[in-house]
């Protein structure tokens, strides 16, 4: 029980990583606090909750709402007096050429990915402060190198990374600590999610959710490597493979990740 009576908040828990790290983190005897913007969803991750006697609250809150964040907050503080740990899990994405698609999306994936991280930090870091605990963005593989059709999202990614570069910096002498995990592809719901040019969800995956990262997996290395107060998370072979080659030699990239994104399924360039 290397959490037990910690407080975790985790936004976006009602599906994928989310919601395996509430129950990852919750058997580690953390008290989790959970948000999404479905009543039903919320309801269904409670009962796995429930049936592992994990101590959580569920909120319904949309992330890119700065009222919202500020009531999660309220209720968590309210509820259990204290939060040790801030995961900005919440995130969609997207599927379109840039040409092609409406700015509302654009916004919408910004407002979720970027302004809802930026809300819950605000508002749950003085009491991070105080219990000198840590605060987490589950950034992706895209914060550090974009692909071609998602212009947003990898926008959203780049933010994250760079706001939390700059926060951590601010607080590292002061006992907070502030971690970029960045995935490789998980199997989960976030291509069924993804926004097509005109903000319909894109409906399936076009890749073999088979061959990913279990979101248990990516919730049990987050877990390992906020305990170890790590300051990045890379993962998947694949994934550090990107991150480590973009450093390098990203003109090559360029041409690499062109050829492998234009063979997903539908891809809207070819
Ligand atoms: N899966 C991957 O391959 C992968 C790779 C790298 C990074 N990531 C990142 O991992 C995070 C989790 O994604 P996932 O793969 O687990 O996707 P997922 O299965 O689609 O889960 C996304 C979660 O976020 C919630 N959410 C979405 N918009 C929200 C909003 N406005 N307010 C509150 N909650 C919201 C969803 O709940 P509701 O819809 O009920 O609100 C759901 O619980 C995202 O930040 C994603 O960018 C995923």
Redesign the pocket.
């Known amino acids: 029980m290397k959490l037990k009576d910690k407080v975790v908040i985790i936004?976006?828990?009602?599906?994928?990583?989310?919601?395996a790290c509430a129950l990852v983190f919750g058997k580690e005897g953390a008290k989790v606090v959970i948000?999404?913007?479905?009543k039903e969803?919320l309801e269904q991750a409670s009962q796995s909750l429930r049936e592992h006697e994990v101590d959580f609250l569920p909120v319904l809150?949309?992330?890119?709402s700065e009222a919202d964040n500020q009531r999660m907050v309220e209720e968590a503080l309210q509820a259990y007096g204290r939060i040790d740990i801030l995961i900005n899990?919440?995130?969609?994405?997207m599927r379109a050429l840039f040409e092609e698609v409406d700015l509302d999306v654009f916004r919408k994936v910004m407002d979720?990915?970027f302004w809802?991280t930026v809300y819950a930090t605000k508002y749950c870091l003085p009491a991070i402060r105080k219990s000198r605990g840590s605060i987490i963005g589950?950034?992706?593989?895209n914060g550090f190198r974009g692909t071609p059709a998602r212009t947003a999202y990898s926008a959203s990614?780049y933010a994250m990374n760079g706001f939390f570069e700059s926060l951590r910096t601010e607080v590292m002498h002061e006992g907070v600590h502030v971690m970029v995990a960045?995935?490789?592809?998980?199997a989960?719901?976030?291509r069924n999610?993804a926004l097509t040019a005109h903000g319909e969800s894109q409906g399936e995956s076009p890749r073999d959710e088979g061959k990913?990262m279990t979101?248990t997996e990516v919730a049990e290395e987050i877990l390992k490597a906020t305990l170890r107060r790590k300051r990045d998370l890379v993962l998947t072979i694949q994934g550090k493979m990107a991150v480590f080659l973009n450093k390098w030699i990203p003109g090559i990239m360029d041409g690499m990740v062109f050829r492998e994104m234009a063979k997903e399924k539908d891809s809207p360039f070819k």
Request: avoid cysteine; charge should be positive.
């Open positions: 936004t976006g828990a009602t599906s994928g990583i989310g919601e948000t999404g913007r479905s969803k809150a949309d992330a890119s899990n919440a995130g969609i994405s979720t990915n809802g589950i950034s992706s593989i990614k960045a995935p490789g592809f998980t989960s719901n976030i999610n990913m979101a």
